[in-house]
Structures are given as structure tokens and as C-alpha cells.
């Protein structure tokens, strides 16, 4: 999958430089996340019995570091553009607790049982390579795409220690929209949500795996060349 990621990012760019190599602009960005993971509801075995189990979890801050390519599609619009880029970026949640359900066969709960969790974290570290359409309104660029991302490792942390290592070797993608106000012709400031619709298998603790999605929103800075 790594080398997959990497001929499919290689391709864009090439022909992304070979077609417009004159109109290419160069440019540097950094954000400030806020990401969040939303889990899906698992199934548990305790003392011979079935339990429906959710998580309860916030956001926490983050960020994202990248280098991108914008030419633009004069062919379709003067004031249209094309972007993509590569970046590394660190999402993820804070877990709160853990709660585990027990239901009958009509579906009433018979019992409820939290666990809370303390400096419980969910780090993603990841690459990914967004691909933006821009259109420029006097200086605003209001932009649609998608991220495709490989992840290089995903970390459970308890209170600054590592108690799970999961290396998941698939792609992400996640659907963003956002918006960029330039200051010139160079410096820009720039904001995205990035939503995920491919699940994200993670460990909660060491045994036990469960599905998320990722959502991000960006806030940044960034400069062509």
C-alpha cells in the first residue's frame, strides 16, 4: 500500500509539472487542528454475557505540514485552480470512558456499566495528499476536494504511555471543503473540515479494536513562491 501511495502521488505531480511547468506556483503551509474520531458501537463478552459497548471521546488539538502544487485551468476559467500537495499530519481523540450495555430480547437495558478513562489518548500519524478545485473571488479561493491518506502509525497513549501500536497499512479518504484570503499574491491564510468516510480500525486499549472515522477542521497559514 506505501508503495501504491507513493506511485499515485508521484504520477499527479509529473504530470502536473509537465503540462503547466511555466504557470506551476510552489508554496509551504502549516495548520492548527482540532480533530475528532467518531467510533462505531462494538460488542463485548463479560462473565458469559453480550454487551453493546460505546465510546465517549472529544477533540484535541493537532496540526499539519505540508508542501503543495497550484497551477492553473485556464482552459475551463481564468479564475479556476488546481492543487495538490503532500503533508504530514497528527490526528486523533481524547477517550473519556467506555460504555458497556446489557440488553434483553426486547431491547430494554438491563444493566449499564462506565468506564472512565484518565489521559486516555488516540494519536493517527499520517500522510496524505489533498487534491483541491479552487475558484478565485478577488482574492478569496473557496475550494472542494478530497485527502487521500496512508497512515504510519496509530497510538493509544495513557497518561504518556504507549499501551497500544497498531500500523494500519490502508488508505483514508476523507471529503474537505475550505476557504483561502490571500494578503498579496504570495501569503494566504486558509481554513478546511476534512471528513472521513473510509473506517479507521484502532486500538482503544490491548485488546480491544474499533472502528472510527476521522474529522478534522484546519486553520493555518501558508506562502507561494
Known amino acids: 500500500m506505501k508503495k501504491q501511495f507513493i506511485t499515485v502521488i508521484s504520477f499527479v505531480f509529473a504530470t502536473l509539472l509537465s503540462a503547466n511547468a511555466q504557470s506551476v506556483r510552489v508554496g509551504v503551509r502549516g495548520d492548527f487542528n482540532l480533530s475528532y474520531l467518531s467510533f462505531s458501537d462494538f460488542s463485548a463478552v463479560k462473565e458469559g454475557k453480550v454487551l453493546k459497548g460505546d465510546i465517549n471521546a472529544t477533540i484535541i488539538p493537532s496540526f499539519h505540514l505540508g508542501i503543495f502544487f497550484e497551477t492553473p485551468l485556464r482552459d475551463f476559467s481564468d479564475d479556476l485552480y488546481f492543487e495538490s500537495g503532500i503533508a ?7 477517550l473519556k470512558s467506555i460504555s458497556l450495555k446489557e440488553y434483553s430480547a426486547s431491547g430494554k437495558v438491563l444493566s449499564k456499566e462506565t468506564q472512565l478513562l484518565e489521559d486516555r489518548y488516540l494519536y493517527l500519524e499520517q500522510w496524505s495528499a ?5 475558484y478565485d473571488l478577488n482574492g478569496v479561493r473557496p475550494k472542494i476536494g478530497v485527502n487521500i491518506g496512508f497512515f504510519t502509525q496509530i497510538n493509544t497513549i495513557e497518561k504518556d504511555e504507549k499501551i497500544a501500536e497498531k500500523a494500519n497499512k490502508n488508505f483514508i479518504v476523507l471529503l474537505a471543503i475550505g476557504t483561502e484570503y490571500y494578503l498579496g499574491e504570495s501569503f494566504f491564510f486558509d481554513a478546511a473540515f476534512n471528513l472521513g468516510n473510509t473506517n479507521v480500525a484502532a486500538l482503544i486499549d490491548k485488546d480491544r479494536e474499533v472502528d472510527s ?7 493555518g497559514m501558508g506562502y507561494k513562491f
Do not use: E, H, N, V
Open 88 to 94: 504530514f499530519t497528527r490526528q486523533g481523540a481524547q
Open 130 to 134: 489533498p487534491f483541491w478545485l479552487k
Open 213 to 219: 472515522k476521522q474529522m478534522s477542521l484546519q486553520i
